[in-house]
């Protein structure tokens, strides 16, 4: 679990050059993708040979974690920018705000109204994605489609957040594509302009239907322990 420095880079180098290769071959603009780096349950160490090779952005899972691990990483490189692409409890709205540029699991009301009196009281303010369940999946988090209108006009209108986007993990057992298909259908519909879509597996796909963020974990860090 432990790569080598080298090794971080080397993967890091291969899934960039795929990603360009992607846009190419779909005829998105070289540049239009964002390679968010989840680095969750590997140690600073290994997220440090990524900062050395060059990666800013990076995905998190767990507040916990994230507050142990980024604050002395964030002061050797300034720059880096971590986002919050786990689900969030609301009692943890406080600390996220706190901790990172971005969250990607914004999925309901309760959550929105928490995010909003935190964004007031610290003056800080994460940009913020909406995640949908495109596969109204009973136990996945994310907001179902059908809920998708009210919940982006509470944050707008009542709360006055400015939702940058959709996020979206498609069921396991299904195509990707579909899912992705029907998330770039959504953030149109709405006017949004972020899509954060596409992981390890599938991030081809995902580039294709217009991701603007792709989510890669163990095609640069190697194999994750149980917990994730
Ligand atoms: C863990 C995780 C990823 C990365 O998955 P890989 O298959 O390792 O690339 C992406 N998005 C979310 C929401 C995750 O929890």
């Keep these: 679990m432990n790569d080598a420095p080298d090794t971080v880079a080397t993967r890091l180098a291969a899934i960039r050059a795929a990603i360009r290769l992607a846009e190419a071959d779909h005829g998105r603009p070289p540049g239009s993708t964002t390679l968010?780096?989840?680095?969750?349950?590997?140690?600073?160490?290994?997220?440090?040979?990524?900062?050395?090779?060059?990666?800013?952005?990076?995905?998190?899972?767990?507040?916990?974690?994230?507050?142990?691990?980024?604050?002395?990483?964030?002061?050797?490189?300034p720059d880096a920018e971590v986002h919050l692409i786990g689900p969030l409890q609301s009692n943890k709205a406080a600390e996220a705000v706190r901790l990172f540029d971005a969250i990607h699991s914004l999925d309901r009301e309760s959550l929105a109204r928490e995010i909003a009196r935190q964004i007031d009281r610290q003056g800080r303010a994460p940009r913020l994605l909406v995640q949908v369940n495109t596969g109204d999946?009973?136990?996945?988090?994310?907001?179902?489609?059908?809920?998708?209108?009210?919940?982006?006009?509470?944050?707008?209108?009542?709360?006055?957040?400015?939702?940058?986007?959709?996020?979206?993990?498609?069921?396991?057992?299904?195509?990707p594509s579909p899912h992705f298909a029907l998330l770039a259908r959504l953030a149109r519909d709405h006017g949004l302009r972020s899509l954060s879509m596409g992981m390890s597996a599938d991030f081809g796909a995902a580039?294709?239907?217009?991701?603007?963020?792709?989510?890669?974990?163990?095609a640069i860090f190697g194999a994750r322990g149980p917990r994730a």
């Design 36 to 77: 968010v780096a989840v680095s969750k349950t590997f140690p600073a160490e290994v997220v440090r040979a990524a900062l050395v090779a060059g990666q800013r952005v990076f995905g998190e899972n767990y507040v916990q974690e994230s507050k142990a691990k980024w604050p002395a990483l964030r002061e050797e490189f």
């Design 137 to 175: 999946e009973s136990q996945k988090a994310g907001v179902p489609v059908a809920g998708l209108p009210a919940l982006l006009d509470l944050c707008r209108s009542a709360l006055g957040l400015a939702v940058e986007g959709l996020m979206c993990i498609p069921p396991v057992d299904d195509p």
């Design 207 to 218: 580039i294709q239907l217009g991701a603007t963020h792709v989510r890669i974990g163990s």
